[in-house]
C-alpha cells in the first residue's frame, strides 16, 4: 500500500495563476482532508470531505476549491494565486471504521511570487 | 473552536536524556494523536490515544481526557528523535461534524 500520495511535491506559480494538487490513497478511507502549515504554526485545516461527492468547509477554505470525484481522490485547487497561499500543503484521509485515526501524505510546498 | 496548548515550544537535550512533552485542550475530544514530523517535514503518526496509556519502544503517551491533558513521554533520546511534535485533538464542531485541530508543536533537538 502507498497510503497516501500527493503529486507534485514541489511548485512554484506566479500571483495569478491557477493550480490543482491531487492527493491519493489506497486505503478506502472515506473521509480525506486538505491542510496547510505555515512557518511555526501547527496545521489548519482548509476543506475535508466525508464521502465521494460531498466536501465541506474547513477553518481557513478561502482563496481554494476543492472536489471529490472518486473515492480514492481530493483535488485541491486554486483560482488565482497569492503570496499569501505559500505554505507547505498536506492532504490526509481517515476511515470512521477505524477510529478516524487521520494518515498524512508527505506535502506539496508550494511558493507563490 | 477548541484551543490547544503545547508545551514546551523548544527543547534542546543530550542524546540519552528523557523528556516529556504536555499538551492541554480546552473541551472534551472524540480522540487525540501525536505526531512527529521529520526535519524533512514528513508528518508520522506516533499514537492515536483518546484515553489512556499506550507504549511503542522508548516513546510512550498517557491521556487523561476529564482532565483534559496528554503527555508524550521519550525516553533515552537519539538524534533521529529530533523534530516537532505536534498533539492534535478530534472533536465535534457540530452534528455528525467532527475535526482535527493541531497545537503549535513542541521543537525539539536532540545533541550528540
Known amino acids: 500500500n502507498a497510503g497516501v500520495t500527493q503529486t507534485p511535491k514541489f511548485r512554484v506559480l506566479k500571483t495569478g495563476q491557477s493550480m490543482t494538487l491531487l492527493c491519493a490513497q489506497d486505503?478506502?478511507?472515506?473521509?480525506m482532508y486538505w491542510y496547510r502549515q505555515d512557518p511555526g504554526m501547527g496545521l489548519r485545516l482548509i476543506h475535508y470531505?466525508?464521502?465521494?461527492?460531498?466536501?465541506a468547509k474547513g477553518e481557513v477554505p478561502d482563496g481554494y476549491n476543492v472536489s471529490r470525484l472518486k473515492k480514492q481522490n481530493f483535488l485541491l485547487g486554486l483560482e488565482s494565486a497569492a503570496p499569501s497561499q505559500t505554505s507547505v500543503y498536506f492532504c490526509?484521509?481517515?476511515?470512521?471504521?477505524?477510529?478516524?485515526?487521520?494518515?498524512f501524505g508527505p506535502g506539496t510546498r508550494l511558493t507563490v511570487l | 473552536g477548541i484551543q490547544v496548548e503545547q508545551s514546551p515550544p523548544d527543547l534542546i537535550l543530550q542524546e540519552g536524556a528523557n523528556s516529556t512533552l504536555r499538551c492541554n485542550f480546552s473541551d472534551s475530544v472524540n480522540n487525540l494523536q501525536w505526531f512527529h514530523q521529520n526535519p524533512w517535514g514528513q508528518l508520522i503518526n506516533l499514537f492515536y490515544?483518546?484515553?489512556g496509556t499506550k507504549q511503542n519502544g522508548r516513546l510512550s503517551a498517557t491521556t487523561v481526557a476529564t482532565e483534559r491533558y496528554s503527555l508524550l513521554y521519550i525516553s533515552s533520546s537519539q538524534t533521529t528523535d529530533s523534530g516537532v511534535y505536534f498533539c492534535?485533538?478530534?472533536?465535534?464542531?457540530?452534528?455528525?461534524?467532527?475535526?482535527?485541530?493541531f497545537g503549535k508543536g513542541t521543537l525539539l533537538t536532540v545533541n550528540p
Open positions: 470531505s466525508v464521502g465521494e461527492g460531498t466536501t
Open positions: 486505503m478506502n478511507h472515506e473521509y
Open positions: 490526509a484521509s481517515s476511515s470512521w471504521e477505524q477510529g478516524n485515526e487521520q494518515f
Open positions: 490515544i483518546p484515553s
Open positions: 492534535a485533538v478530534e472533536w465535534n464542531s457540530g452534528g455528525s461534524n467532527y475535526k482535527l485541530t
